[in-house]
């Protein structure tokens, strides 16, 4: 009988993980965003190295692995992290942007875990800005003297999103507060539900959705409705976008309408240009919280995989609204103006 060498058994044991990593089909990916900014509001000023301006920075892990008659495991784990200073994003969680596992056949993916909620699935992409993090277009996931349902993430959550069909696609989902009480009520405190449609064919792309969370042990509700649009016309591609945010209950009956459109304007293939107006208004009586701003970005490509860019955003509040942009919180009824120039490189 042939016996094995150490080295051989050596070289078998490192062979084992390239086993299983081509069976299971893991990608290691990641993206860095840094940025020197400026920022002004009152008598307050603010400068130095900021992140995550159009995307967070972000390590992860995704895979999934065949097994077989059309099924698929599937998951991901997403870490969020500060590049400026390595500290870890969400609250120090390990995996806080995303965390989850699932099942995938031609009936669609069902999946269980910290994910982003189908409101953020429906409204962040018609923004050409990207929804950056100090774009106006951000007034959308404000919180002001009416609270939102529109939240990025949730934890505990159950989502289904279903196969494309003739360019429609739904997402729903459901997700569990966890709270320990001694009334029904008060154990679905922060328990909510979404619902997208979205629909994608050639140039055009559209989605509505609706969210509701509940806020507190006594059953207070708020829900957030929403649409956005968009139409590809090759060098400019416009979009809109509207949210209504309402509360009911013990949260109180107020009522918030935000709207915003913008422009993604490509001067060339390596040069891109992103406008953005957006208005938020509020009836909460005297408490209603209105602003308005815009914001306007140039993006330069240097590759497929790393772009510099610079931006500029005006937030305008009104009365005693005190919304922000950036790292300053203004005070009531005070502008907030930043200026940035910055790098991201995904890997």
Do not use: C
């Not at 603010?46 to 008659?69: A, T, W």
Request: aromatic share 10%.
């Amino acid at each position: 009988m042939q016996r094995l060498t150490a080295p051989a058994l050596v070289a078998a044991a490192l062979a084992l993980p390239s086993l299983a990593m081509a069976q299971s089909n893991v990608t290691v990916y990641g993206l860095i965003d840094l940025n020197l900014s400026y920022e002004k509001s009152g008598d307050q000023r603010y400068q130095g190295v900021h992140h995550g301006e159009l995307n967070g920075s972000r390590l992860g892990f995704r895979g999934n692995e065949d097994l077989g008659n059309g099924i698929k495991a599937l998951f991901v784990l997403e870490s969020g992290f500060d590049p400026s200073t390595g500290i870890a994003e969400q609250g120090g969680r390990l995996f806080g942007r995303q965390s989850f596992v699932g099942l995938e056949n031609g009936l669609g993916r069902l999946t269980l875990g910290r994910q982003y909620s189908p409101a953020f699935t429906a409204l962040n992409p018609f923004d050409a800005t990207g929804n950056a993090v100090r774009s106006a277009g951000r007034l959308l996931r404000k919180t002001g003297a009416v609270k939102p349902a529109y939240e990025v993430r949730f934890d505990n959550m159950v989502k289904y999103r279903s196969p494309k069909l003739a360019g429609f696609e739904v997402e729903a989902g459901y997700w569990l507060g966890e709270k320990v009480a001694t009334t029904s009520t008060a154990r679905k405190e922060g328990d909510g539900q979404g619902l997208t449609l979205l629909y994608a064919n050639a140039a055009f792309a559209g989605a509505l959705t609706t969210q509701s969370v509940q806020r507190d042990a006594s059953g207070g509700k708020v829900r957030t409705s929403g649409v956005g649009l968009a139409y590809d016309f090759g060098i400019v591609k416009p979009y809109f976008a509207w949210s209504e945010d309402k509360e009911s209950g013990t949260v109180g009956n107020g009522k918030a309408r935000t709207w915003s459109v913008s422009a993604e304007i490509r001067v060339n293939p390596a040069n891109t240009v992103a406008l953005s107006y957006a208005d938020r208004n509020e009836s909460d009586g005297a408490a209603g919280e209105d602003a308005s701003g815009w914001s306007a970005y140039y993006l330069h490509a240097l590759s497929k995989r790393t772009t510099l860019y610079a931006g500029y955003s005006q937030l305008s509040n009104e009365d005693g609204a005190n919304y922000s942009i950036g790292n300053i919180t203004p005070a009531a009824g005070d502008k907030h103006r930043v200026m940035m120039a910055g790098m991201r490189h995904r890997f």
